[in-house]
């Protein structure tokens, strides 16, 4: 092989891995943007998918269908009609679990349809919070685990109890953001 060969393949095999130690920094930093914005359903949806590659392609697919919905944040007075609304629902606990419980879900459901969420598909609700609700999804999830379960008249009060806790997370999540004290204090 003379010198110009051996240049030549010198320069080929620098700029190959210049392309790709490029490529591999790119990719690291998608995975890190994307375990930063989706917390702990990064992780969920990774052990659900059969490769990484699949898992972060569902998860910048949900970015892209949040992205084009019309989020808005709640009117002070829609807040307040909310949280009135959660108040009632935790009252009627005491006598009726069982109704609070779905009514508590039902509102949840009524929270995302005011700030711009479609609720049409309740298996679509998981993903679409995971977007922009990530840290406190792991709530609602549990929380309508515990609504399946007591659907099969297998729940207990303490049970339910437990679903108020976990919609609570998710409701205070999406009512607050909307308040400008919250806002800031976050």
Do not use: C
Not at 67 to 81: C, G, K, N, Q, Y
């Amino acid at each position: 092989m003379n010198n110009d060969m051996l240049i030549v393949i010198a320069i080929t095999v620098v700029a190959v891995l210049i392309v790709a130690g490029a490529w591999m920094f790119a990719r690291r930093r998608r995975t890190a943007a994307l375990r930063a914005r989706f917390g702990p359903e990064y992780d969920h949806v990774l052990h659900s998918a059969r490769t990484p590659a699949e898992a972060e392609r569902e998860l910048r697919e949900r970015q892209l269908r949040v992205e084009s919905f019309s989020i808005r944040p709640l009117s002070r007075e829609d807040a307040d009609r909310f949280s009135a609304a959660w108040r009632n629902v935790q009252a009627k606990f005491v006598d009726e679990p069982h109704t609070a419980v779905l009514d508590a879900d039902r509102l949840i459901g009524e929270v995302m349809r005011s700030r711009g969420y479609a609720v049409d598909d309740p298996n679509r609700r998981f993903d679409d919070l995971s977007v922009d609700h990530a840290h406190v999804l792991n709530h609602y999830r549990a929380g309508r685990e515990i609504v399946a379960r007591h659907e099969s008249g297998s729940a207990s009060t303490e049970d339910l109890r437990q679903a108020m806790v976990h919609f609570r997370a998710l409701f205070d999540e999406l009512v607050a953001a909307t308040r400008p004290a919250a806002r800031r204090a976050s």
